[in-house]
């Protein structure tokens, strides 16, 4: 599977504030872009945290790149990796016509899955040997890619970035960079989770643009 992560955070490398209010870091221009994107893969994921902060609907702005780039084919399914099953019923990521794929641990609930499943999610069990309790991301992926699934991207928060970085899992990164400072040192970054100290991913830059008042940093993961 190809794992696209595209990102977009202020100068600082905030994603959010630490209020985990979502904040309008990108303009039109890179809305478009992000679009395009949402338009050549088969899949956009989220973490559950990002769900429960800005409660996305992952369905592009536009659906006229999709037709023109690839034809009748159907709109990209969304994923949340949720591994307690905090996704809300009433999300906007349950609504509306692509699949929704929620990758949960095992130790998610009977009771819990069912009430998922009748909101429109369809659950996926993906928790690891040794901790029932945690996704398994690797374990995911592939769980997705028997559905079908061979271009994901990627789109927040930091804890399910950091994960996929994590478990060499990432083959691109674009980030956008926008022209503000957030601050905070609680403020959720791209990569938050337990953090790097040794083995850091390397990165091969591809290419650099200004996009709105921003920059737009394309990145390879060999």
Known sequence: MH?????ATSV??????????????????????????RAEVDAVAVGVGTVLADDPSLVRHDESHREAERGDLPPPARVVVDSRGRTPLDASILDGGPTTYLLAADALSTERERALSGAGATVLRTGGAS????VDIE??????????VERLLVEGGGELIFSLF???????????????????????TLADGAGFVEGFPALSLAGVEQVDDGVLLRYDVP
């Open 139 to 148: 374990a995911g992926l592939s769980a997705l890619a028997d559905h079908g």
């Open 166 to 188: 994590d478990a060499g899992l990432v083959d691109r990164l674009t980030l956008y960079v926008g022209s503000m400072v957030v601050g905070g040192r609680d403020a959720p």
């Open 12 to 37: 600082d490398g905030k994603l959010s504030t630490h209020r985990r209010e979502q904040v309008a870091i990108s303009g039109d221009e890179d809305f478009a872009r992000v679009d395009r994107l």
């Open 131 to 134: 901790d029932s309790d945690r």
């Open 3 to 7: 794992v696209h992560v595209n990102a």
